[in-house]
């Protein structure tokens, strides 16, 4: 086990690369749902005859609410390594 000790931290690199790629793949998809949610909510709140003040008050709220509840499904798809990055235990046949 002396000879893999070398590719530790080769490893780790890769590991905090993988990590951090899926961390702002994350992040931009959470903005780009935001900002999606937004602009319908928006647009159907606009027609109610409602003022922007308390259109971008329940816009906010719902998103915070949405963000608490619905997150950590998400959390754990995005940051979750790949079957083939988590390495295998080693067998011995006798």
Known sequence: MEIFSIFNPVLTLYYGLVVKIKFYWYSRKKRKRKKI???FLK????????????????????????????????????????????????????
């Open 37 to 39: 949610a937004s602009i």
């Open 43 to 94: 647009e159907k709140l606009s027609n109610k005859g409602m003022k922007d003040k308390t259109i971008d008050k329940i816009i906010e709220n719902y998103l915070k609410f949405g963000e608490t509840i619905f997150d950590r499904k998400l959390i754990q798809g995005a940051l979750s390594l790949d079957r083939k990055l988590i390495p295998k235990p080693l067998t011995s046949k006798k």
